[in-house]
């Protein structure tokens, strides 16, 4: 550990109890009975890490892994069950914008009260009042109670008080991704300006593509428990693991049929199937196996921008069909297609298959999707007296992530090249 540390967590842990009904609860805190009523559950577990001044810290891991259970401990919010955290400097912390603000007072007021709870004096925010007000950027409702707001100029204010108040320290929960997209970007240029200041800054975020551009370092936490840190990269890279439940586990190979896991599990096991899917055809064909592998021959649905990835499918035909087409899609969460393709497209022949016939299909491409998140669509149809019929189509049933430290515009990244000479 480094002695020059902004932030020190020491063999942290915090356990709840779990009662199965409110009255163990009352007969616990009131010592009425020897006898255990309780669940003991972990949210983090002997947790131990250093933050370093100067540096950007992020924290990942899958939803319930105790990300936002670890902020609260640094910030005060929640104490530990055992363990202990030191603070070197003062602590902006973007958790749960707004939760200090009283809903009677104006804005102006909450500027006041927020930067007083902080530890800041009237005179300093009286130096960041301007500051505050042109960036959140609600005109004169900040002379009005917040009660008032809605809900987009009550985050603006909360994030602008927050950023404004020039910490030693900056901690980020999700909070970059509050208001419209021009709010949106505002946010990320603070904390650039903040990155090249030198300050501190902890950041936690389900977005990768920030975690690889802005972090120095990343943590990995999972079920309570730190994994491991490292760089971005190497973290990212173990965090997609967990996310499809391999955690380590390594395909082998299984000749010309792809790669399968040693476990024998069925393709789509391995992903999180999108309970809002939708999906119909008249069930003369089946689509009853599906999955992404990314570059490096494993189930995953989080991918690198430029990096090589297939798309399978496993079809089982009920009748004998002419001349069936298999598709996938690639759409955004506004349901735009974005690309796709399909066997007729590729002018690749499935050889008419028969009753009873299972063929498995494997689309290998390059992405270059802007970071972001997709839906994966797949479909099996033919054509019929000139009419197209569907046989079974999945619509959105898993969801694709794509990750990377560089954005272009647009959809697509057309791999620009620059060359600069000076004359």
């Given at each position: 550990m480094s002695d020059n540390y902004a932030i020190r967590i020491h063999d942290v842990t915090k356990i709840y109890k779990l009662f199965s009904h409110n009255r163990d609860r009352v007969r616990d805190a009131l010592g009425l009975t020897r006898k255990k009523l309780y669940e003991e559950h972990y949210a983090l577990r002997n947790v131990s890490f250093d933050v370093n001044e100067g540096e950007t810290v992020g924290i990942i891991g899958t939803n319930g892994s105790g990300k936002s259970t670890i902020l609260k401990i640094i910030t005060g919010v929640l104490s530990p069950t055992t363990g202990d955290v030191k603070v070197n400097g003062r602590i902006s912390a973007l958790l749960e914008l707004g939760a200090g603000f009283n809903q009677e007072y104006t804005g102006i007021e909450n500027i006041y009260l927020n930067g007083t709870m902080i530890g800041f004096s009237k005179e300093e925010i009286d130096a960041k009042l301007q500051d505050i007000l042109d960036f959140a950027d609600i005109g004169e409702f900040v002379y009005q109670p917040v009660k008032t707001y809605s809900s987009g100029m009550f985050v603006r204010l909360a994030f602008?008080?927050?950023?404004?108040?020039?910490?030693?320290?900056?901690?980020?929960?999700?909070?970059?991704?509050?208001?419209?997209?021009?709010?949106?970007?505002?946010?990320?240029h603070k904390f650039e300006e903040f990155k090249k200041q030198g300050k501190t800054i902890l950041f936690v975020s389900h977005d990768l593509s920030s975690i690889a551009k802005y972090c120095d370092r990343v943590v990995l936490l999972n079920k309570g428990s730190m994994i491991d840190q490292g760089t971005p990269k190497e973290m990212i890279d173990l965090y997609k693991k967990i996310l499809v439940g391999q955690n380590g586990k390594e395909f082998e190979a299984a000749g010309d049929d792809g790669v399968q896991l040693t476990d024998g599990s069925a393709w789509k096991d391995h992903f999180a199937i999108n309970p809002s899917s939708d999906t119909y055809g008249s069930g003369r064909a089946e689509i009853v196996d599906f999955g992404i592998v990314d570059e490096n021959g494993q189930w995953n649905n989080v991918l690198e921008k430029g990096s090589e990835f297939k798309v399978k499918a496993r079809v089982k035909f009920y009748e004998t069909l002419q001349d069936p087409i298999i598709a996938f899609q690639l759409k955004n969460i506004h349901g735009t297609t974005i690309c796709g393709t399909n066997t007729m497209y590729e002018k690749n022949d499935l050889c008419r298959p028969q009753a009873g016939d299972t063929i498995d299909i494997e689309f290998k491409q390059k992405i270059d999707l802007q970071r972001g998140e997709y839906f994966l669509s797949l479909g099996c149809t033919g054509f019929e007296n000139g009419e197209l019929t569907v046989y079974h189509r999945l619509y959105d049933i898993i969801g694709v992530t794509v990750i990377s430290d560089k954005a272009t515009d647009g959809f697509y990244d057309i791999n620009t090249e620059i060359t600069v000479k000076k004359l």
């Open positions: 602008a008080v927050a950023i404004n108040i020039e910490p030693e320290i900056l901690i980020v929960d999700e909070a970059l991704s509050v208001g419209d997209i021009f709010f949106q970007n505002k946010c990320y």
